[in-house]
């Protein structure tokens, strides 16, 4: 593999040692005390080889995968401790779109097209007071 699909559809250069470091902070939090640094790389070869060299798989595709290589071999609290750090991630993602989301209305778009400039009919949303 080469390259990769990010999120917001860029193709990268595929970095493994990523993976790699997705795994160890699993197993550690997982609390796996063999050799975690060998095991890691071990897993991370085992989900490469699971793609056509030729694949140019989503961020998405690789995570799922490294989930399933965890639960084939044997590896499930550590698939369970990946599994929720994956669903941290997504909803503090999610968090900053909406954040920006507003943050932007609040500050570019005018009073009469934004809601959230509006909850106040004595005040002209589109002044400082108003945005404040």
Known sequence: MDKIIKRD????KFDASKITTAIEKSLVAAKV????????????????ASFSPTAIPTVEQIQDKVETILIENNLVQTAKEFILYRA????????????MKTLEDLTFK??????????NANIDGNTAMGTM
């Open 110 to 119: 005018d009073a009469k097209d934004v809601d959230v400039k509006r909850e």
């Open 33 to 48: 005390t063999v050799n975690v640094k060998n095991l890691a790389k071990e897993l991370t070869e085992k989900v490469v």
């Open 9 to 12: 559809g860029r193709k990268v």
């Open 88 to 99: 941290e991630r997504t909803r503090i993602r999610e968090s900053n779109t909406r954040l």
